[in-house]
């Protein structure tokens, strides 16, 4: 199965049409959003075309294939406009390996999980990027609509054991097999 991993749209509905779009564009059989889906948080700017209800439209749209992980700015009444769940956490097996998905703002590479797992992926920090930290792959998706510390929109690919980060326009920023 191939999975598109996606986080921090923090209400934008451009970058959820990009998502959507994305998802077909890589030929992905499920869109995997690791929080902050319609809330831009105090500390963050306005991201472009900031419309939270839009963009619960058009993430109910993909409800068949969309599987969504709670994060820090995302609230028990976000789930009044949404016709999918918040999960807290999801572990999930790729190429044979052990992936545990979260927001990242309990669990990440400096406060990782107890439970042994081959991958953690995760967002919240807004900052792309993969690496290996002993047997464990870490790897942080970024932010679609509003990327820190200099790094590009981007998003996540899994498939098969190998974790892809890309910029928005498709591009490979780095890749590892897990």
Do not use: W
Not at 29 to 50: A, E, M, S, T
Not at 92 to 109: A, D, W
């Amino acid at each position: 199965m191939k999975f598109l991993i996606a986080s921090d749209i923090h209400g934008s509905k451009y970058y959820a049409e990009k998502i959507v779009e994305l998802k077909k564009k890589e030929k992905a059989d499920k869109i995997i959003v690791l929080g902050d889906i319609y809330n831009h948080g105090p500390r963050n700017p306005l991201p472009k075309d900031y419309a939270p209800l839009e963009v619960a439209e058009i993430l109910n749209g993909e409800i068949k294939d969309l599987i969504i992980i709670k994060g820090n700015c995302d609230s028990q009444v976000d789930t009044m406009i949404s016709k999918f769940d918040f999960l807290e956490n999801l572990v999930i097996v790729s190429g044979e390996k052990s992936v545990f998905l979260t927001h990242g703002h309990i669990y990440n590479k400096d406060c990782p999980p107890k439970t042994n797992f081959d991958a953690v992926i995760y967002g919240h920090f807004h900052t792309g990027f993969i690496e290996r930290i002993g047997q464990t792959v870490f790897a942080n998706a970024g932010s679609t609509s509003l990327p820190k510390n200099g790094t590009p929109n981007s998003y996540i690919v899994l498939s098969d054991g190998v974790i892809t980060l890309k910029d928005i326009g498709g591009k490979v920023i780095k890749e590892i097999k897990i």
